[in-house]
């Protein structure tokens, strides 16, 4: 079984037939999952019509594919937080809400195969989007102009902040909560801390 340390031992192969494959069986994981059904081996490779070897050359088991499609969306929105940071320290700045919806758009764009992971393996999947989330929360506040990081009120408050986007957005996902993106996005951002006093 993989761990979070050590998401399998197969690097993807870059063979236009490998390729294929590996999104075939991701596809067919991504259609089982948006079921509501914990995907298997058998369900996975019936339905994306390959034998059991081709999923083996791939993926260790069904924690490793879990694991393969999180950490796939997980990188984008890593990616995401890094252009935001990065378009944040220009002169021009980056508003929390345009900060915050572009970080919404890039969960949206993801949220199939995150909600899978959820589906598939949900206490390790909540875990693991939590820790990106918050992580990338913490970088971004990091930058924000006025905000002292070194100080422990700053650092309270922002786990505090990114915890709780991390649990809230990961309830979105999930399905758990019915909200839209605009109004969702409006609630996050009023829960973001202003500048805090010095201590």
């Not at 989330?133 to 505090?160: C, H, K, V, Y």
Request: glycine residues 6%; proline residues 4%; charged residues 25%.
């Amino acid at each position: 079984m993989s761990t979070p340390e050590d998401p399998g031992s197969r690097a993807p192969s870059t063979d236009a037939r490998a390729v294929r494959t590996r999104a075939r069986l991701i596809e067919a994981y991504l259609e089982i999952t948006a079921t509501g059904h914990v995907p298997k081996v058998s369900t996975v490779i019936r339905a994306a019509r390959v034998n059991r070897s081709s999923f083996y050359a791939h993926f260790d088991d069904m924690d490793d594919m879990t694991l393969r499609v999180l950490d796939d969306a997980l990188d984008d929105l890593s990616r995401t937080q890094a252009e935001l940071s990065a378009r944040a320290q220009r002169p021009t700045g980056l508003t929390a809400l345009a900060a915050g919806g572009a970080y919404l758009d890039a969960l949206g764009a993801n949220r199939s195969s995150l909600r899978s992971a959820i589906t598939a393996n949900r206490a390790q999947a909540q875990a693991r989007i939590g820790d990106t989330i918050e992580r990338n929360m913490l970088e971004f506040l990091a930058i924000t102009p006025g905000w002292d990081s070194g100080s422990a009120r700053s650092q309270l408050t922002a786990s505090w902040v990114a915890h709780g986007w991390a649990g809230v957005v990961c309830a979105w996902i999930a399905g758990e909560i019915e909200i839209d993106r605009d109004s969702l996005l409006q609630e996050l951002v009023a829960l973001n801390p202003r500048v805090p006093a010095q201590d």
